[in-house]
């Protein structure tokens, strides 16, 4: 049952996605948590995974996935049909429309009404990447960190490491005029990740288990 759901929930965003894989982010998001498979955290994880790994955006995320939630829901042994269902599940909406429209291209390419469809979605779609842009920066920045031991205690204070890291990046991609290949900023990004917050992370959770041993002080006496 859900390696079907998986299937036809990634089929309907292949079918109303436009503008490239970025624009399907947000109505993946609405199906994880309507379906509560996926939290926020897991999700931005999730898609900073699919980013940095070779191929379309789409499919990485769709396999990606389809194999965390399969994995959970079915056990580990699952996790590659899964990734299969959601895979294809996001495909196959694509593949039939392109054959639809490489058929029918040449008689309706120069209609005017189908070029005022096409220039009436084109702001939605830029509003839609621009909403996930600013959801995946925002989430970067105040998620929770980290969870510690049965208190569940998550830091969701401002995370300037992060920002730093976004400014910073941004600002040496214009220095270069857009030379320097997206690849060298994620192998940029992932290293400086992994140094900084080797040492930053940890200081976060123990100023946090801090936190909450002193209000449960200030609880026992009030």
């Not at 980013?51 to 789409?58: D, I, L, M, W």
């Not at 990046?169 to 214009?174: E, G, I, P, W």
Request: a neutral charge.
């Amino acid at each position: 049952m859900i390696l079907l759901k998986l299937f036809l929930i990634f089929f309907k965003i292949g079918i109303f996605t436009f503008g490239g894989g970025h624009a399907m982010i947000p109505l993946i998001e609405s199906e994880m948590l309507a379906n509560g498979w996926i939290d926020e955290e897991m999700l931005t994880q999730l898609i900073a995974v699919s980013e940095s790994t070779p191929g379309p955006f789409a499919i990485n995320i769709a396999t990606f996935i389809g194999s965390t939630v399969s994995g959970a829901e079915l056990g580990a042994g699952y996790s590659i049909l899964g990734s299969l269902c959601a895979t294809l599940g996001v495909v196959t909406p694509s593949l039939l429309i392109i054959l639809l429209i490489a058929s029918l291209f040449q008689t309706f390419s120069s209609n005017k009404y189908i070029r005022k469809i096409i220039e009436g979605i084109n702001p939605i779609i830029i509003g839609m990447i621009l909403s996930t842009g600013l959801w995946f920066l925002f989430s970067s920045i105040f998620a929770p960190k980290g969870i510690v031991s049965n208190d569940v205690v998550k830091v969701t204070s401002f995370d300037y490491v992060s920002l730093i890291l976004f400014i910073a990046l941004y600002v040496l991609y214009k220095l270069t005029k857009g030379k320097l290949h997206p690849a060298f900023l994620i192998l940029i990004a992932g290293v400086c990740g992994a140094v900084i917050y080797t040492f930053y992370e940890p200081i976060q959770l123990t100023r946090a288990m801090n936190i909450n041993r002193i209000s449960s002080l200030i609880n026992k006496f009030i």
